[in-house]
């Protein structure tokens, strides 16, 4: 099936960082966006700055974007952006390991789950997964706390579902870089711009375009 002119998009954690420059740039290409943030205050003004729609949706919280999926019917892109890092060790009692593996896997497959009605219906659909070279068993999975752990798990789930999903609808994962953002700190040497360019490139590919992969700067990157 072709792409919808005005496909709809929903990214997780699009108030701020990258996640709100993937928003914008797929606001300029035509994308019907709706940013959720856990944050109502932040991302309703972040929604307004972008002038696109705001879903509450807390990752931790299913309820949260289990309503989300009703209001909205649905969405032809899914951008499973939202995540956590904290530096804490597993054998800790503080460990991050639950939330962390919540947000940045459980959150993203019951998403997929939700969304997989629409776009049987449709014959379209596109799901970008923002991981990490740091969840990459090739660079050593270096990240603190359970952060490698749970980037690694949503890598292995895009080549899984690739054989489960509906006709039409792509999926893929990719490093974005170590970004200037909150959560990659002012010293970080990736712009916030060239973070979102591979994102946004996934988000639109053409039918032809791969699937089940692992993508760095536009290109394959091992897993």
């Not at 108030?15 to 205050?41: D, F, H, P, S």
Request: net charge neutral.
């Amino acid at each position: 099936m072709p792409r919808p002119l005005h496909p709809t998009a929903l990214i997780t954690g699009g108030n701020r960082g990258i996640g709100y420059v993937i928003a914008q740039g797929l606001i300029a290409k035509g994308v019907a966006v709706t940013i959720g943030a856990r944050t109502e205050t932040e991302g309703r003004t972040a929604a307004e700055a972008l002038n696109c729609r705001f879903a509450h949706i807390d990752l931790l919280n299913p309820d949260s974007y289990f309503d989300a999926y009703a209001k909205s019917g649905g969405w032809d892109i899914l951008v499973n952006n939202a995540g956590i890092l904290k530096d804490v060790s597993l054998l800790e009692k503080g460990s991050d390991f639950d939330e962390s593996m919540e947000v940045m896997v459980a959150a993203p497959l019951d998403l997929i789950r939700l969304n997989a009605p629409h776009w049987r219906q449709t014959g379209w659909g596109r799901i970008v997964n923002l991981s990490s070279s740091l969840g990459a068993h090739e660079r050593g999975l270096k990240g603190p706390g359970a952060y490698s752990i749970a980037k690694a798990s949503l890598n292995a789930m895009t080549r899984v579902l690739v054989r489960d999903l509906p006709d039409g609808v792509k999926i893929n994962a990719c490093d974005p870089g170590w970004v200037a953002t909150r959560m990659g700190g002012p010293t970080a040497p990736v712009s916030v711009q060239d973070g979102a360019d591979t994102p946004i490139w996934l988000a639109l590919l053409p039918d032809d375009g791969p699937t089940g992969g692992f993508f760095r700067q536009r290109q394959p990157a091992a897993w």
